[in-house]
């Protein structure tokens, strides 16, 4: 168990709708990484904050956002979905936000019908 | 650019014997961090090791060993004795020194399957 969680562990829904996906960082960790990992991507880094600043910005589409709250946990936000959207979801966190070691949740499943 | 390569799609080997995956990476950067996952076919992500670029030392954990090479830029990982619980995708993974945030790049995974 990393201590990083993430809910929901799965999510269905239908093209059009939008989700938000919930993260919690490791007791003491300030900076929160979003991936998606999809079969033909592989995994692909989204978007970094660090203690509510965003702080590196991946392969994140516009219909996608996040924010990181005061209480250090993280929320991805999906609209306008797509079949292609359809991935494992994960949050990871780390102490700095440079360099340092991530330690992953364990992913939110989203199937998009 | 930085570019991770595992050329190793899948490897499957037979119980106790050793397997090597291989992985080469590309930075302009002098200094760097490589860092080697292991997703289980429970599907979450387990850290391995962290390895910065100015400790070309090798590391053993267990049967798990590293072998860090600048001067071909790969980042090699040994499982010695392999177990039936090893299988899983082991990832490779390069980090940029940056002081504002990190820049984090996957491989594509190496399928790693033993069989009894």
């Known amino acids: 168990d990393s201590g990083v969680t993430q809910t929901p562990k799965h999510l269905i829904t239908a093209t059009g709708q939008r989700v938000t996906l919930r993260c919690s960082p490791r007791?003491?960790?300030?900076?929160v990484y979003w991936y998606q990992q999809s079969l033909d991507q592989g995994l692909q880094f989204l978007i970094q904050?660090?203690?509510?600043?965003?702080?590196a910005k991946g392969n994140i589409l516009e219909r996608f956002s996040a924010q990181q709250f005061p209480d250090l946990h993280s929320e991805l936000n999906l609209s306008s979905l797509e079949l292609g959207d359809s991935a494992l979801y994960f949050c990871?966190?780390?102490?700095?936000?440079?360099?340092?070691?991530?330690?992953f949740g364990p992913g939110t499943r989203l199937t998009v019908l | 650019a930085q570019k991770v390569t595992q050329a190793q799609t899948e490897i499957s080997v037979v119980e106790k014997e050793d397997v090597t995956l291989d992985c080469v990476y590309e930075?302009?950067?002098?200094?760097?961090?490589l860092f080697w996952y292991k997703q289980p076919p429970s599907g979450e992500l387990v850290f391995l090791i962290r390895?910065?670029?100015?400790?070309?030392q090798n590391e053993i954990s267990g049967r798990y060993s590293w072998n860090f090479q600048k001067s071909t830029s790969s980042f090699n990982f040994t499982i010695t004795a392999s177990q039936v619980v090893d299988s899983a995708v082991y990832f490779c993974?390069?980090?940029?020194?940056?002081?504002?945030?990190?820049?984090?790049?996957f491989g594509p995974g190496t399928r790693l399957s033993v069989l009894p």
């Open positions: 990871a966190s780390s102490v700095y936000p440079s360099t340092d070691t991530q330690y």
């Open positions: 007791s003491g960790d300030l900076s």
């Open positions: 904050y660090y203690n509510g600043e965003e702080r």
């Open positions: 930075t302009r950067d002098t200094t760097y961090y």
């Open positions: 390895r910065n670029s100015f400790d070309e």
């Open positions: 993974a390069l980090s940029e020194a940056r002081n504002y945030g990190q820049n984090f790049v």
